[in-house]
């Protein structure tokens, strides 16, 4: 039997960034899958950085981390909460992996001693990625990072323009993300930033099948034909991507547009009617919650809440498993003097980090919540603090802190592992990627996960120091999860508490609107109690 034809669909944006080409591309899986196809993704990132691990969530928000331990950008986050798609290390591939490559083939003598060229030995390198993510389902969506016209762009432009000549017009679909805006002083809709964007598009010979017009209001039919018109595309291939109260909104915005069933004519594709049924109840559950919650994240990227996406996410699907509103304040651990202010807090969240700065606030809040009964959830980095605040406040071991933080310190409970301190390459050197654990029967990690055995997602240099387990062990900290070898520290808790839950990985990372991560559930389920016994 002859294998199905694999659908390609190229999403990209002109005008401006953050436009939400990812969000569209993983609403546009969401709706594919809801048809009964199979869906992956495929991310083209045009930076020169082999991949996001080491720069700054400040420049480019959260590094994503999938099973097998790539370290991504945070578009995989919505591609994988909005499908079932489980992605690795072939669905992001950045400009810099794709010339590493290239030159590599290069120093190997690959091409024979030929000039190498961005034509076709880049653009080839680009397409062989797009192919090998594409393997074994029924549609892929590859979104193009970047905006139409960066000069980054142009390989990966050049190299999906070839592909659809190699592949055939009817097995690929072009979606063009751009903006139409509303100008108040004049009170009208101009349509001439998207016109501009198709026109840079189909300069290096792409022509767009959908445009998705990012817009705060619904666009009339006369402003979708004159759109129309202008980019050379048909009336209902047009699409109003409107801004919605929540992103879990969106997939039900373009079914209503009539994306899917554009997307499935020009690929000329046979599909069931798509189910969102499950979609439509996860909507009303965030516009009508059965009340509200504060949750405080205590962190050092707060002003710029991209970098925990994740963590957003997964608090909102805690939520909505107890059908509650979760209102998130940041505060920023560099200025926090006085941890008296986070005293309406139904919940206290430490999130990940690296690094020194802002760490002794951080280390305020955990004793905050600690000493005042408010539920506690550490998150990797967050964990590591709530283990030195225990030690240096409980086990009385002055000073306790990390390697990481403090070289100096007499009492580091957090450190590297043996045969670590000689590592100079910052990239790739942490523990990466899901890893298993065992819980400890009778506790709180234990319970909200109703399993002995887990496997979580993890993203850290630094780890428990074993030296000290005895000792704050005896002082009342529980060690809950544990490496099955029962060498590393995974989960920590405190038993005379509320809720006080700290874990080494990310659970954030395997939370989805439809099956909320266990360890968010339990964390929202007790900032509700707390919240109860507050009023």
Request: net charge negative; proline share 4%; with cysteine.
């Amino acid at each position: 039997m002859q294998a199905r034809q694999t659908k390609y669909i190229f999403v990209t944006g002109g005008v401006l960034s953050s436009l939400g080409k990812g969000l569209a591309s993983a609403s546009i899986g969401a709706l594919m899958e809801a048809r009964g196809l199979r869906v992956t993704f495929l991310k083209l990132d045009p930076y020169l950085n082999v991949d996001p691990g080491t720069m700054n969530p400040f420049q480019h928000g959260e590094v994503y981390v999938t099973e097998d331990g790539a370290e991504t950008d945070l578009d995989l986050g919505h591609y994988e909460r909005f499908t079932t798609s489980v992605l690795g290390q072939v669905n992001n591939v950045t400009a810099g992996r794709i010339y590493d490559s290239v030159l590599a083939k290069e120093r190997r003598g690959d091409y024979l001693g030929g000039t190498v060229q961005v034509i076709p030995h880049v653009t080839d390198a680009i397409k062989e990625r797009i192919y090998e993510a594409g393997q074994d389902v029924d549609v892929i969506l590859v979104e193009i990072g970047g905006t139409v016209g960066d000069i980054e762009s142009l390989p990966f432009l050049e190299a999906i323009r070839q592909f659809r000549s190699e592949v055939g017009r009817q097995h690929t679909c072009f979606v063009h993300v751009a903006p139409v805006f509303f100008l108040h002083t004049a009170g009208e809709v101009k349509t001439k930033p998207v016109q501009h964007s198709v026109k840079e598009l189909q300069s290096v010979g792409i022509a767009p099948d959908i445009i998705l017009c990012r817009t705060d209001r619904f666009l009339s039919k006369s402003i979708k034909a004159k759109i129309a018109l202008f980019c050379n595309v048909d009336e209902d291939a047009v699409i109003t991507a409107k801004d919605v109260d929540s992103i879990y909104e969106v997939p039900q915005v373009f079914h209503a547009e009539g994306l899917d069933e554009k997307i499935a004519q020009v690929l000329n594709m046979w599909t069931g009617r798509p189910d969102l049924r499950h979609w439509d109840e996860l909507a009303r559950v965030l516009r009508k919650p059965e009340g509200e919650i504060t949750i405080v994240m205590v962190g050092k990227y707060v002003d710029l809440t991209e970098s925990y996406k994740s963590l957003n996410e997964a608090l909102v699907h805690g939520g909505v498993a107890i059908k509650t509103g979760v209102n998130i304040e940041y505060v920023d651990s560099e200025k926090l003097v006085d941890a008296s202010v986070l005293s309406q807090a139904d919940g206290i969240l430490v999130p990940h980090g690296f690094g020194s700065r802002g760490v002794e606030g951080k280390i305020k809040a955990v004793q905050y919540a600690r000493e005042n009964k408010i539920p506690y959830l550490g998150i990797c980095f967050g964990m590591q603090l709530a283990v030195c605040e225990f030690a240096r406040n409980v086990a009385g071991l002055e000073g306790a802190n990390s390697r990481e933080v403090s070289s100096e310190t007499q009492h580091p409970v957090i450190d590297l592992l043996p045969g670590q301190e000689e590592i100079e390459d910052k990239g790739g050197s942490m523990r990466l990627g899901a890893y298993p654990c065992v819980l400890k029967e009778g506790t709180r990690a234990s319970e909200a996960y109703g399993e002995a055995e887990i496997s979580e997602r993890h993203r850290h240099r630094y780890e428990f120091n074993n030296d000290y387990r005895e000792k704050l062990a005896e002082a009342g900290l529980v060690f809950s999860g544990l490496s099955p070898d029962g060498k590393l520290v995974e989960v920590i808790e405190i038993e005379d508490h509320p809720f006080f839950v700290a874990s080494q990985f990310h659970p954030e990372f395997a939370s989805k609107p439809f099956a909320p991560h266990p360890l968010f559930v339990a964390f929202t389920k007790a900032a509700k109690l707390h919240h109860g016994e507050g009023e």
